[in-house]
Nanobody, 124 residues
Framework: QVQLVESGGGLVQAGGSLRLSCAAS??????MGWFRQAPGKEREFVAA????????DYGDSVKGRFTISRDNAKSTVYLQMNSLKPEDTAVYYC???????????????????WGQGTQVTVSS
């Protein structure tokens, strides 16, 4: 059982920045992802990264503004969010993929473990 603990959420003005962190209890997963969910909306893919190699992927709505990174020594994944917009307001969830699945990383069904979520609110 991989436990994930997110931190770093909060309230920020539009145009500002926040950095989210996700500490994993172990690095047995193959990849990590960030998803977000706004009230009344489906969970949306934000970004993903593998523990090995340079591969990353981003949702279209955050490309060029968000950056996912990792610190293997700390088993921690980060999401640097710049140029935040009010529409980025959501609960952000960290997720871990234990092994490759038949669905894309951008599909929440590809992830096996989830954190409790951290609220990000962007004011206009």
């Amino acid at each position: 059982q991989v436990q994930l603990v997110e931190s770093g959420g909060g309230l920020v003005q539009a145009g500002g920045s926040l950095r989210l962190s996700c500490a994993a209890s172990e690095r047995t997963s193959t990849a990590m992802g960030w998803f977000r969910q706004a009230p009344g909306k489906e969970r949306e893919f934000v970004a993903a990264i593998r523990w090995l190699g340079a591969w990353t992927d981003y949702g279209d709505s955050v490309k060029g503004r968000f950056t996912i990174s990792r610190d293997n020594a700390k088993s921690t994944v980060y999401l640097q969010m710049n140029s935040l917009k009010p529409e980025d307001t959501a609960v952000y969830y960290c997720a871990a993929q234990l092994h490759p699945t038949s669905v894309s990383y951008s599909d929440p069904r590809s992830m096996h473990y989830w954190g409790q979520g951290t609220q990000v609110t962007v004011s206009s």
